[in-house]
């Protein structure tokens, strides 16, 4: 079946140190979805990305879809302790019904 | 954004029992939910797909008679947990599709625990 793996799976940084979270998919997709859960909510949506190699940028989070649309990246500048939460990758694939895959999630804790 | 209300947003039962949970979409018309099952620290398992005015879809290993799905409105979907056990304890939680078929809004999860 689909899947969708990311690494890593927790990641401590130091306030103002750089974050990068990376998702895998095992198959193609057709874009790609970002999202954010701080702990005890529920997963909010960041951004999508659908053409290949795409990249855009929301203030410090740089978000790229790969050139074979099976991988993406986050990657955030000068961590803050507002950063803390686990991100998500969710892939939609190609055909089917709109099925949404969730990566394993990357949770980051950022230490003030 | 749009705005996804789920409830309740916690729920404790006895085992045997059945447990209804509810996702309505508040601003928006939703064609197509979901409903995934979240256990602690891990991600989110895409459980069933919810059409509205067709039988839901279900992913593999998911029993669809003990996890009933309707979806009887373009606003509404429901899920059923038939005769709860302690192993169905864990966070559900749902998120609609918009109409563009773009972006995912995700309730606020029901945690439910049963005794």
């Known amino acids: 079946g689909q899947q969708v793996m990311q690494i890593p799976q927790y990641q401590h940084v130091q306030e103002g140190e750089d974050f990068t979270t990376y998702c895998n998919s095992s198959?193609?997709?057709?874009?790609i979805q970002w999202y954010k859960q701080r702990p005890g909510g529920h997963p909010v949506f960041l951004i999508q990305l659908v053409k290949s190699g795409e990249v855009k940028k929301q203030k410090r989070l740089t978000f790229q879809f790969g050139e074979a649309k099976k991988n993406s990246s986050l990657h955030i500048t000068a961590t803050q302790t507002t950063d803390v939460g686990t991100y998500f990758c969710a892939g939609r694939h190609s055909g089917g019904y709109q099925k949404v895959t969730f990566g394993t999630g990357t949770k980051l804790q950022v230490i003030p | 954004g749009a705005v996804v209300s789920q409830h309740p947003s916690w729920v404790i039962c006895k085992s045997g029992t059945s447990v209804k949970i509810e996702c309505r979409s508040l601003d928006f018309q939703a064609t197509t939910m979901f409903w995934y099952r979240q256990f602690p620290k891990q991600s989110l398992m895409l459980m069933a797909t919810s059409n509205e005015g067709s039988k839901a879809t279900y992913e593999q290993g998911v029993e669809k008679d003990k996890f009933l799905i309707n979806h009887a409105s373009l606003t509404l979907s429901t899920l059923t947990v038939t005769s709860a056990h302690p192993e169905d304890s864990s966070f559900y939680i749902c998120?609609?599709?918009?109409?563009?078929?773009?972006?995912?809004?995700f309730g606020s999860g029901t945690q439910l625990s049963v005794l």
């Open positions: 998120s609609a599709l918009t109409v563009t078929n773009e972006k995912l809004f």
């Open positions: 198959t193609t997709l057709s874009n």
